[in-house]
């Protein structure tokens, strides 16, 4: 079988056919559509909501039954051959809480709270209705609870019957705009690393550690290491003023503190004769043109 | 013991806390100690880690932890004394002899330091542990650096990719 999440599914009513939705999937994998057949009849204002990872079709059995107390959830089993078992079957006509759920003219299941990941413990069914109410539903149990209320402060706007406001949220630990790169970067391996690195000469770490492997060039290379390092030799808070000067050979610049060139003594032979632009520091280098 | 002590240590007994590591090793140690660890500090300060409880640290092993617990033990009092003002030039000296005794231990245990030290905030362990990686690695080629940190040998498809940065960053590196 294949997962639900692979499948795309949308109710349909189309125009030929009015009176006969149909659930149309569309597979991720194959890239294909295909037909669902419904559960063994038809009611009308059926609705589609995952549970604990499967595709499940709420019905309201009131729509073809004024009588009728009872919500049903059925469970897609099998996607190839529409197999569809009545999972749950939500009796109304008890406990107070319960007829309240049913006053309502639209009742929607919006999804169930707890951890997934156990099936073996059957998480709560949570229940909006058009009052503004959701309930939770203990298939254990079978009771009823209400969990939350919203004052209709709204009453003043015209709100269709039809409208449940309530959807649910699940939080996410995953970072999100965050490169794999990044992550690593923020491994307490990586964070060791930046330590040691941090507490040796600027001169070592470009032309050695750089080259150690892969992940120290991708730590040193970064931005947040550079701020790092820069923020820990206390650069950045004591400016200096550098001179372009000759130095060494004929083609060769050197930089020199104005400090130490004033003091040591202005010498005619490193003043430059030509114009030289040279970039801001970036990582460590500066472009000189 | 739930109720948070003044840090005067004025009621006798000074309050023990027991922290327990990745492995269920139990140890307990003074409360003035364990809050070198700027991580602790707030939980030891609310009560937490006396009586039975203990405080469960799932990222240190207790082979290093009882390294840390070593440091942290022998610095806590001129911690507690803001830094040491009044120390006098022996005691100083005492800390510095014991600090370099310290750090001599295999290079395996010291980059486990450096990421217990991280994780639990303790900035002077963290300091004295990466320097004295720095300095073994200091003036070292790429090579001498992974040998000295027990990297394996680069395999050769790293070798490959670090030879073709260099053929087009080589440069960069003068």
Same mark, same amino acid.
């Given at each position: ?35 669902? $057949? ?52 939500? +009796? ?5 809480? =319960? $007829? ?43 009771? &009823? ?44 391996? =990586? ?19 750089? $080259?150690?492997?892969?992940?120290? $060039? ?8 550079? +701020? ?33 060139? &004033?003091? %040591?003594?202005?010498?005619?032979? /490193? ?19 | ?17 027991? &922290?327990?590591? /990745?492995?269920?090793?139990?140890? *307990? ?40 617990? %070593? ?15 009044? =120390? ?5 000296? %005492? ?10 231990? +295999?290079? /395996? ?7 217990? =030290? ?16 720095? +300095? ?7 090579? %001498? ?22 053929? *087009? ?6």
């Amino acid at each position: 079988m294949m997962r639900p999440s692979f499948i795309l599914d949308w109710e349909e009513t189309t125009e030929e056919t009015p009176m006969r939705p149909a659930v149309l999937s569309f597979s991720v994998v194959n890239e294909t559509f295909s037909c669902l $057949r419904f559960p063994a009849f038809w009611v009308e204002g059926d609705h589609l909501v995952e549970l604990d990872g499967h595709l499940c079709m709420v019905r309201d059995l009131r729509r073809c039954d004024p009588d009728s107390t009872t919500l049903e959830i059925w469970k897609l089993i099998d996607y190839s051959s529409s197999d569809w078992s009545l999972n749950y079957r939500i +009796d109304c006509s008890g406990p107070v809480v =319960a $007829r309240d759920l049913l006053r309502p003219k639209v009742v929607t299941v919006i999804g169930s709270v707890g951890n997934c990941k156990s099936t073996s413990e059957r998480s709560p069914i949570l229940i909006a209705t058009s009052k503004h109410k959701v309930f939770a539903y203990d298939p254990i149990s079978e009771s &009823l609870e209400v969990v939350h209320t919203t004052m209709e402060i709204q009453e003043s706007h015209q709100i269709q019957p039809s409208n449940v406001r309530f959807s649910l949220f699940r939080e996410s630990l995953v970072p999100v705009h965050k490169a794999k790169e990044e992550m690593d970067l923020s491994s307490p391996l =990586a964070e060791a690393t930046k330590e040691i690195l941090l507490r040796l000469p600027a001169k070592s770490v470009v032309q050695n550690c750089r $080259r150690v492997s892969k992940q120290w $060039r991708r730590l040193i290379s970064s931005d947040s290491f550079a +701020d790092a390092f820069f923020l820990h030799k206390n650069v950045g808070s004591r400016p200096k003023i550098m001179l372009v000067v000759w130095g060494g050979g004929p083609t060769e610049f050197s930089f020199t503190p104005l400090h130490d060139w &004033l003091q %040591e003594g202005p010498d005619q032979g /490193s003043w430059l004769d030509t114009k030289v632009v040279c970039s801001k520091p970036c990582h460590g280098m500066n472009l000189i043109l | 013991m739930a109720a948070p002590e003044s840090g005067d240590g004025n009621n006798g007994a000074a309050r023990m806390v027991t &922290l327990i590591s /990745s492995d269920n090793t139990r140890f *307990e140690v003074e409360a003035a100690a364990a809050s070198l660890s700027q991580t602790l500090q707030l939980t030891i300060l609310d009560g937490g880690g006396g009586g039975g409880d203990g405080i469960p640290l799932p990222n240190v092993d207790s082979a290093t932890l009882s390294k840390v617990l %070593e440091y942290c033990i022998k610095h806590a009092p001129a911690a507690a004394n803001g830094g040491a003002p009044n =120390a006098t030039a022996v005691d100083r000296a %005492e800390l510095e002899r014991f600090d370099n005794e310290f750090v001599n231990i +295999d290079q /395996s245990v010291l980059y486990s330091l450096i990421m217990a =030290a991280h994780n639990l905030e303790i900035e002077g362990l963290q300091s004295l542990v990466a320097k004295k990686v720095a +300095d073994m690695i200091k003036g070292k080629s790429p090579m %001498e650096i992974r040998r000295t940190l027990g990297f394996p040998d680069p395999t050769p498809e790293e070798q490959a990719e670090m030879n073709a940065h260099m053929l *087009e960053y080589g440069w960069a590196y003068e």
